[in-house]
């Protein structure tokens, strides 16, 4: 139990001190206050850029959008540039883990290195290793820490008398072939996700420890956990099915209940 806490801890100081949005930001591409915007715009739609900076001597000193140049006649770019809101700039040193959230109110952010801005980070940079990692680490610590629960709420094996008949069959077989090769270790090891999450849910107690407002509810977290899990370990589009709002969503409620899981003792 103390080993499970500690390897939490170590992944989230993990995040919040090593991986930064560093990481996965884009470098701003830049061009002259002085270029002709249609020229601009052109070279914009050919790089399939919705935005870029607009550089005064050797410093971005703002940006124009794609669309606002669309119904430009004529005029230079710095006739259209938006100087940057402090709400749009984050340092480059910010951990990946409070990006998160950070996102969730605005699709870019542009990135501020040394007080200048150098590169800019959108929702679409969730898809890279990085970010994939901290996903990844998330929705692991939380499993591990379902099993943790299930080893403390059903002891002496009572959980095999709450899994489904179908389910526990699987669960031996694959204890079993593991034992055939020698590595077999506890039959609660090969539970699965689906396992661990029907047993903690069958404890109305930890319902209410975890926040979770019902079983229903926790079920339908649960499994958008899982699906998570299963697209980041195919190497899957993280928001086929869904939006980046609601990706970011699961991933913040997702650390809420590994916190609160962490304190059932």
């Known amino acids: 139990m103390k080993h499970l806490k500690s390897t939490s801890q170590d992944l989230r100081n993990l995040f919040e001190s090593s991986i930064t949005i560093e990481y996965v930001a884009e470098s701003l591409k830049a061009i002259s206050a002085e270029e002709p ?10 790089q399939d850029f919705d935005v870029v900076g607009v550089e005064m001597g050797n410093r971005i000193t703002g940006y124009v959008e794609r669309s606002s140049l669309i119904s430009a006649k ?4 710095s006739d259209y540039q938006r100087l940057f ?29 040394c007080n200048q801005v150098s590169g800019i980070i959108t ?23 379902l099993l943790r629960l299930v080893r403390l709420y059903y002891p002496q094996n009572s959980w095999q008398k709450v899994l489904k008949p ?25 539970l699965q996700f ?48 869904s939006s980046w709002i609601e990706l970011i969503s699961l991933a913040e409620a997702m650390e809420r209940l590994l916190i609160r899981c962490e304190e059932v003792e």
């Not at 715009?41 to 050919?46: I, P, R, V, Y």
């Not at 004529?74 to 770019?77: I, R």
Request: glycine share 4%; net charge positive; charged share 25%.
């Open 37 to 46: 915007v249609r020229e601009v715009l052109h070279w914009m739609k050919a």
């Open 74 to 77: 004529s005029g230079k770019c």
């Open 85 to 113: 809101h402090p709400q749009e700039l984050i340092a480059i040193s910010t951990p990946l883990l409070k990006l998160l959230p950070i996102l969730q109110q605005t699709p870019r952010l542009f990135v501020l290195d």
């Open 123 to 145: 929702c679409g940079d969730l898809q890279k290793a990085p970010a994939r990692m901290l996903l990844f680490g998330l929705v692991t610590l939380l499993e591990m820490n």
């Open 166 to 190: 179908e389910r526990l069959e699987v669960v031996q077989r694959l204890w079993r072939e593991s034992q055939e090769r020698n590595e077999a270790t506890d039959l609660l090891d090969y």
């Open 194 to 241: 689906c396992d661990k999450r029907e047993l903690v849910l069958n404890q109305p107690e930890l319902l209410q420890q975890l926040g979770l407002k019902s079983k229903r509810f926790g079920e339908r977290f649960l499994k958008s956990a899982e699906q998570l899990r299963n697209r980041l370990a195919h190497a899957q589009n993280l928001v086929s099915a």
